[in-house]
């Protein structure tokens, strides 16, 4: 590192802005990140999404281009899609204080959607810039580990309970005297959703964990994250099934 004369003014100016703003801005995303980021994703949409088709095991290959603290990535080996010679997915990945986060996939049949607007879009995000071959080595296995509790996640918990309780009290059926009993699944904070089963009525609830600010850890400047009542059926069922796993039971109080 060359010698920077003004090195410990801007050390005295990034720690007085520490304080005043809170924690620090994430950096800039690496191709590791990325990976890390995807492989993460992948367990999830396997245990939670019921997803079946991501190549376990094996090396999958990405294209990705940066673009500051967020990256796009396009692959065409991710998944072996039953009757489907080609298939794509899109990635948008953002960095987060606390670490890297998948903000949105798209899957494409690349025979029957090439041209479209939206795979167009997609991969011209990718394409339309200097990108770089990136190798990832999927998990032989996704069984669901989750992260110690930390600030953010504690942040994300509170935030979690207060929307189910908005939920309950704008759209849900009304409980008698008031009390709900929710079992709430664990969660991490690179989490696209979270999932909840009220007890009284059985009903499942999603919980999604992402809002219009890609950066925010809770719901963005409401406060709250938008939930929906999983519709009845076998994905229901398993997700059921993992909510009482790794769930723990909450009572919240609905005025």
């Not at 770089?132 to 930390?150: H, I, K, S």
């Not at 059985?202 to 400047?221: C, F, I, K, M």
């Not at 409401?222 to 929906?228: H, K, L, P, S």
Request: glycine share 8%.
């Amino acid at each position: 590192m060359r010698p920077d004369p003004m090195r410990a003014v801007r050390l005295v100016g990034a720690a007085l802005a520490l304080i005043a703003t809170g924690p620090a801005a994430a950096a800039d995303l690496t191709n590791r990140d990325v990976a890390e980021a995807l492989k993460r994703h992948v367990c999830f949409s396997r245990v939670w999404w019921g997803d079946p088709y991501a190549r376990l095991g094996q090396t999958v290959h990405l294209d990705v281009r940066m673009d500051g603290r967020t990256a796009y990535a396009w692959s065409e080996d991710m998944r072996a899609v039953p009757r489907t010679p080609k298939w794509a997915d899109s990635y948008v990945v953002v960095a987060r204080a606390a670490g890297p986060v998948v903000t949105q996939r798209s899957g494409y049949n690349i025979d029957l959607l090439r041209g479209e607007p939206a795979f167009e879009r997609d991969r011209r995000r990718v394409y339309g810039g200097r990108s770089e071959r990136v190798r990832l080595e999927l998990p032989t296995a996704c069984e669901p580990r989750f992260d110690p509790d930390t600030p953010q996640k504690a942040e994300m918990r509170q935030t979690l309970m207060g929307s189910l309780t908005n939920a309950v009290r704008t759209w849900g059926r009304r409980p008698a005297g008031g009390l709900v009993r929710m079992t709430v699944a664990n969660f991490n904070i690179d989490y696209p959703e979270a999932f909840a089963l009220r007890q009284d009525t059985g009903e499942v609830l999603r919980v999604s964990l992402l809002s219009n600010d890609p950066a925010s850890y809770a719901g963005g400047a409401g406060r709250q994250y938008a939930v929906t009542p999983a519709p009845r059926g076998p994905t229901a069922l398993q997700l059921r099934r993992l909510i009482l796993k790794y769930g723990r039971t909450e009572v919240i109080r609905v005025r």
